[in-house]
């Protein structure tokens, strides 16, 4: 599985961004759970939004991006995307996209089989 991440950039704070992630091949991607990490400077990589690949589909997200980003896939597209509004300083870091069909593995973070490569946010006040 391979995953290609896009639509990082700078943005004033409250402004938006959409993050998109290309998964292939195609055939694999309605089996694998999906998700959105950041890491910012000096900080540890955190969760900031995951998508199940079936049954809803569920999805869950970090304290800090409910109510403020959302996560969907688009199985036709093969596509993850993470909409994020009412940006912040704080969410400055670069974001990674992941996949894994355990979804435990993917809420976990440090257990994930697939990973892109990151895409740079930077918000300014």
């Known amino acids: 599985v391979q995953l290609q991440a896009s639509g990082g950039g700078s943005v004033q704070a409250g402004g938006s961004l959409r993050l998109s992630c290309a998964v292939s091949?195609?055939?694999?991607?309605?089996?694998?759970?999906l998700g959105w990490f950041r890491q910012a400077p000096g900080k540890e990589r955190e969760l900031v939004a995951i998508?199940?690949?079936?049954?809803?589909?569920?999805?869950e997200y970090s304290d800090s991006a409910k109510g403020r980003f959302t996560i969907s896939r688009d199985n036709a597209k093969s596509t993850v995307e993470l909409q994020m509004n009412s940006l912040k300083p704080e969410d400055t870091a670069v974001y990674y996209c992941?996949?894994?069909?355990?979804?435990?593995?993917?809420?976990?973070?440090?257990?994930?089989?697939?990973w892109g490569q990151g895409t740079l946010v930077t918000v300014s006040s």
């Open positions: 992941a996949a894994d069909m355990d979804w435990v593995h993917l809420r976990s973070g440090t257990r994930v089989h697939y």
């Open positions: 998508i199940s690949a079936t049954g809803g589909p569920v999805r």
């Open positions: 091949p195609g055939r694999t991607f309605t089996r694998v759970a």
